[in-house]
């Protein structure tokens, strides 16, 4: 049976179904019983004996009359006996090349399959929400990006009764952090937000499932951080935009997780090692969570009840469980980096545990797109990730405090770090990029003094600040044409100016005279150099004549990921 009929038989060989095209010269796998291009016929023209005029033809020397044969003699013709005693050479050399080629299509058919296979079945694991206009539609652009990772504490699934009540199908915006990652991608910095911290909840536009859009009202005055999320239909673009008031910083992306991603992510990765100074036992036995002193490797639900776990703690707190939730997190971090990375089988693992379990915005709801930002935050050392809780003060409206709110001094320096990108482990790479990025910006022609307008507001700054700005601006810097607004509708986290684009030598000129950083220059996309521009004062205000500037560092207790848990 020749090639091509063995090619279309049961249990065929599958070296054999490479076939050679006569008409090419090349071997084409043949897996559908295509019969193969009939052969072109070989002309042959009668040659005188001895050497062919011109020296060899190109098809080789084994169709040469006059090569040497095996024994080294060069007068055995062209015969029956010669093409059969030859063949079985030529025929083990094209086996192997056919079984070779034959083994690697099928491993490349079944990897695409493989591939196919996983992409299918993590894009289906993940969900996404709509949440219109907040965010962004690129996975990470140039410049500077932040990612809100909220934890969900809805208690739906399995063993997650023992945390609370499961009444709430939706949840509340629990452990958030706020995921800084320069625009370098040279480090990062992670901000645990409390989700007992008083805050104002801006006014939001949720996508309800029939399409139409809603508008969901903020909060009166401040509330606890977490009702931004699951409270009267508050979606996680609600959570975003709440951020973004609280920090002057633009969320590009959220990813929310519930109980279940600790279980499944701890256990994908083999377990996560933490150490305690002493044995930590919920005596509440709500989570029966009972640990050692010393080093554990935990996972499951183990893992979940010691992230949940306040029992034990130094002052049973939020805070205090904030505190081994960033170590928990750290460890985790190097075990990815350390054991996991390195191990396609395990990355699976991890990848499917942890899109189960994982809601996202629009602009990275996708495998490819998560990959994508996979891949470039896995370029950040981890000595260069800074872990750290928001900056807070008990709140001083509550006899008896039980929640809290932004430290008044501190938590505008961290958002100012923060919005100039500049980074609590390499603060002084990044406060020369921080004074580049200025120079180029305040790079330019001044206008003068008394051609400056500006509207002042109160924004956050000392009371009576805007007042006595613009009296030091008219009496001691010369701007004649500003004027006192009042309070601004809302807080800013940090002293801005707003401009339009044809004022931008007044914005340059009322820089100088303030000190005012390049972060606080914000060009309006809308021109109308006729009206005043708008300053408005922010925590970060001292007083008139004193610079607005970017700290260099911030007094906060601060960890970096690559610090283990467990000394030694």
């Known amino acids: 049976m020749d090639a091509q009929g063995r090619g279309r038989a049961e249990g065929a060989d ?35 004996p001895g050497p062919r005029p011109g020296g060899p033809r190109p098809g080789g020397p084994r169709d040469r009359d006059d090569e040497q044969d095996d024994d080294g003699t060069t007068d055995v013709p062209r015969d029956t006996h010669r093409r059969r005693r030859d063949r079985p050479k030529r025929s083990r050399k094209r086996k192997a090349l056919m079984w070779t080629g034959g083994v690697m299509g099928l491993v490349l058919v079944g990897g695409s399959a493989f591939a196919y296979y996983w992409y299918d079945r993590l894009n289906g694991n993940i969900g996404t929400v709509d949440i219109g206009d907040v965010g962004s539609a690129t996975v990470l652009g140039d410049g500077p990006a932040n990612i809100l990772v909220i934890g969900n504490d809805v208690r739906t699934g399995e063993g997650n009764e023992a945390y609370g009540n499961r009444d709430n199908v939706t949840g509340h915006a629990d452990t958030t952090l706020l995921f800084h990652v320069a625009g370098d991608r040279s480090n990062a910095t992670v901000v645990s937000i409390p989700r007992d911290l008083m805050t104002e909840i801006p006014d939001c536009e949720t996508r309800q499932s029939d399409g139409s859009t809603k508008t969901i009202p903020g909060s009166q005055g401040t509330t606890r951080f977490n009702e931004s999320y699951g409270v009267e239909g508050r979606d996680p673009g609600c ?4 951020v973004e008031e609280l920090t002057g910083l633009d969320v590009d992306h959220f990813m929310m997780f519930d109980f279940n991603a600790v279980k499944t992510l701890s256990t994908a990765v083999g377990g996560v090692e933490v150490c305690l100074e002493k044995p930590l036992k919920d005596t509440s036995g709500g989570t029966k969570l009972d640990l050692p002193a010393g080093k554990s490797t935990i996972q499951g639900e183990k ?8 029992h034990g703690l130094k002052n049973e707190s939020d805070l205090d469980r904030i505190g081994m ?12 980096k350390e054991d996991t990375l390195s191990s396609p089988s395990k990355m699976l693992d991890v990848a499917d545990a942890a899109t189960k379990s994982l809601t996202v ?19 950040i050392d981890l000595k260069n990730i800074t872990l750290m809780t928001l900056p807070v003060v008990d709140n001083p409206d509550e006899p008896t405090p039980v929640t809290v709110v932004p430290d008044p001094e501190k938590a505008p320096q961290v958002f100012s770090m923060l919005q100039d990108d ?33 509207d002042v507001l109160n924004g956050g700054g000392p009371q009576g600040a805007a ?23 809302a807080k800013v986290a940090r002293t801005q100016l707003v401009y339009a684009p044809d004022q931008a030598d007044q914005a340059r000129k009322l820089a100088d005279l303030m000190g005012l950083p390049a972060a606080a220059l914000k060009p309006s996309a809308k021109a109308g150099g006729d009206g005043p521009m708008t300053l408005t004062l922010g925590p970060d205000f001292k007083k008139a004549g004193v610079p607005v500037a970017t700290p260099k560092k911030v007094d906060v207790p601060q960890s970096r990921a690559d610090e283990k848990m467990c000394k030694g």
């Open 303 to 310: 893992a979940l009840s010691f992230l949940r776990n306040r």
């Open 467 to 489: 007042g006595e700005t613009v009296a030091w601006l008219q009496s001691s810097a010369g701007v004649s044409r500003s004027a006192n607004q009042g309070n601004a509708p």
């Open 325 to 336: 939730q960033q170590k928990f997190v750290a460890s985790m971090l190097r075990r990815l």
């Open 422 to 454: 500049v980074s609590f482990t390499e603060v002084k790479k990044q406060q020369k990029k921080a004074k580049d990025k200025q120079a180029a910006l305040l790079n330019g022609p001044r206008a003068e003094a008394s051609a400056v307008r500006v």
């Open 239 to 242: 959570t975003m935009r709440t």
């Open 14 to 48: 599958p070296a054999d179904q490479w076939v050679l095209n006569p008409q090419t010269g090349d071997y084409e796998l043949r897996l559908d019983g295509a019969p193969a291009p009939p052969p072109v016929p070989r002309q042959r023209t009668p040659q005188a």
């Open 361 to 379: 915005d629009q602009g990275i709801g996708s495998a490819p797109k998560l990959l994508t930002l996979a891949r470039e935050l896995g370029k």
